[in-house]
Nanobody, 125 residues
Framework: VQLQASGGGLVQAGDSLRLSCAASGRIFSSLTMGWFRQAPGKEREFVAAISRSDRSDVYTDYTESVKGRFTISRDNAKNTVYLQMNSLKPEDTAIYYC????????????????WGQGTQVTVSS
Protein backbone atom coordinates (compact mmCIF):
# COMPACT_ATOMS: atom_id res chain seq x y z
CA VAL A 1 0.00 0.00 0.00
CA GLN A 2 1.33 3.41 -0.96
CA LEU A 3 0.00 6.50 0.77
CA GLN A 4 0.46 10.05 -0.46
CA ALA A 5 -0.65 12.82 1.89
CA SER A 6 -1.16 16.44 0.92
CA GLY A 7 -2.91 19.59 2.05
CA GLY A 8 -0.71 20.81 4.87
CA GLY A 9 0.35 24.41 5.25
CA LEU A 10 0.71 27.46 7.43
CA VAL A 11 -2.51 28.90 8.83
CA GLN A 12 -3.62 31.10 11.68
CA ALA A 13 -5.41 29.95 14.80
CA GLY A 14 -9.09 29.46 14.09
CA ASP A 15 -8.56 28.64 10.42
CA SER A 16 -9.37 25.38 8.65
CA LEU A 17 -7.40 22.94 6.55
CA ARG A 18 -8.28 19.74 4.77
CA LEU A 19 -5.68 17.01 4.48
CA SER A 20 -5.99 14.41 1.76
CA CYS A 21 -4.37 11.02 1.41
CA ALA A 22 -4.45 9.02 -1.79
CA ALA A 23 -3.95 5.28 -1.42
CA SER A 24 -2.91 2.68 -3.95
CA GLY A 25 -1.81 -0.92 -4.02
CA ARG A 26 -4.72 -2.62 -2.29
CA ILE A 27 -8.48 -2.53 -2.44
CA PHE A 28 -9.08 0.76 -0.67
CA SER A 29 -12.47 -0.13 0.75
CA SER A 30 -10.89 -3.03 2.67
CA LEU A 31 -8.47 -0.76 4.55
CA THR A 32 -8.96 0.94 7.87
CA MET A 33 -7.55 4.42 7.35
CA GLY A 34 -6.27 6.96 9.84
CA TRP A 35 -4.12 9.91 10.74
CA PHE A 36 -1.33 10.28 13.26
CA ARG A 37 0.68 13.38 14.05
CA GLN A 38 4.00 14.24 15.59
CA ALA A 39 4.72 17.62 17.11
CA PRO A 40 8.27 18.87 17.65
CA GLY A 41 9.84 17.16 20.63
CA LYS A 42 6.84 14.90 21.18
CA GLU A 43 5.95 11.32 20.44
CA ARG A 44 3.80 10.43 17.52
CA GLU A 45 0.12 10.28 18.51
CA PHE A 46 -3.11 8.94 17.08
CA VAL A 47 -5.47 11.58 15.69
CA ALA A 48 -8.36 9.87 13.91
CA ALA A 49 -9.42 6.68 12.17
CA ILE A 50 -12.21 5.40 9.97
CA SER A 51 -13.06 1.76 9.49
CA ARG A 52 -13.05 -0.17 6.25
CA SER A 53 -16.11 0.60 4.15
CA ASP A 54 -16.78 -2.86 2.71
CA ARG A 55 -18.81 -3.71 5.79
CA SER A 56 -22.26 -2.55 6.80
CA ASP A 57 -21.12 -0.40 9.74
CA VAL A 58 -18.52 2.34 9.44
CA TYR A 59 -16.81 3.57 12.59
CA THR A 60 -14.82 6.71 13.26
CA ASP A 61 -12.95 7.83 16.33
CA TYR A 62 -10.73 10.70 17.38
CA THR A 63 -8.26 11.60 20.02
CA GLU A 64 -9.94 13.67 22.70
CA SER A 65 -8.16 16.92 21.87
CA VAL A 66 -9.60 17.10 18.34
CA LYS A 67 -13.13 15.83 18.93
CA GLY A 68 -15.67 18.31 17.62
CA ARG A 69 -13.06 20.08 15.46
CA PHE A 70 -11.69 17.38 13.13
CA THR A 71 -13.63 15.08 10.84
CA ILE A 72 -12.26 12.04 9.05
CA SER A 73 -13.98 10.78 5.92
CA ARG A 74 -13.25 8.60 2.92
CA ASP A 75 -14.15 8.56 -0.76
CA ASN A 76 -13.79 5.04 -2.08
CA ALA A 77 -14.30 6.14 -5.67
CA LYS A 78 -11.17 8.28 -5.35
CA ASN A 79 -9.23 5.95 -3.03
CA THR A 80 -8.79 8.92 -0.76
CA VAL A 81 -9.19 9.65 2.92
CA TYR A 82 -9.61 13.18 4.24
CA LEU A 83 -9.07 14.96 7.51
CA GLN A 84 -11.08 18.16 7.77
CA MET A 85 -9.55 20.30 10.50
CA ASN A 86 -11.53 23.27 11.79
CA SER A 87 -10.86 25.76 14.56
CA LEU A 88 -7.17 24.97 14.42
CA LYS A 89 -5.03 25.74 17.43
CA PRO A 90 -1.28 26.28 17.75
CA GLU A 91 -1.06 22.96 19.60
CA ASP A 92 -2.26 21.24 16.40
CA THR A 93 1.07 22.12 14.82
CA ALA A 94 2.69 18.85 13.76
CA ILE A 95 3.61 16.61 10.89
CA TYR A 96 0.49 14.67 9.99
CA TYR A 97 0.85 11.11 8.72
CA CYS A 98 -1.70 9.15 6.78
CA UNK A 99 -1.82 5.50 7.82
CA UNK A 100 -3.57 2.31 6.80
CA UNK A 101 -4.36 -0.96 8.51
CA UNK A 102 -5.53 -4.25 7.08
CA UNK A 103 -7.35 -5.05 10.30
CA UNK A 104 -10.91 -4.23 11.23
CA UNK A 105 -11.75 -1.28 13.41
CA UNK A 106 -14.48 -0.36 15.85
CA UNK A 107 -12.95 2.55 17.78
CA UNK A 108 -9.89 3.80 19.59
CA UNK A 109 -6.39 3.96 18.17
CA UNK A 110 -5.05 1.68 15.46
CA UNK A 111 -1.80 -0.14 14.76
CA UNK A 112 -0.99 0.72 11.16
CA UNK A 113 0.94 -1.49 8.79
CA UNK A 114 1.45 1.31 6.29
CA TRP A 115 2.56 4.93 6.70
CA GLY A 116 2.63 7.86 4.30
CA GLN A 117 5.39 10.44 4.14
CA GLY A 118 3.73 13.14 6.26
CA THR A 119 2.54 16.66 5.61
CA GLN A 120 3.40 19.66 7.77
CA VAL A 121 0.66 21.64 9.46
CA THR A 122 1.69 24.83 11.22
CA VAL A 123 -0.80 26.94 13.15
CA SER A 124 0.32 30.39 14.23
CA SER A 125 -1.24 32.20 17.17
Amino acid sequence: VQLQASGGGLVQAGDSLRLSCAASGRIFSSLTMGWFRQAPGKEREFVAAISRSDRSDVYTDYTESVKGRFTISRDNAKNTVYLQMNSLKPEDTAIYYCVASIFGYSGGSIVPQYWGQGTQVTVSS
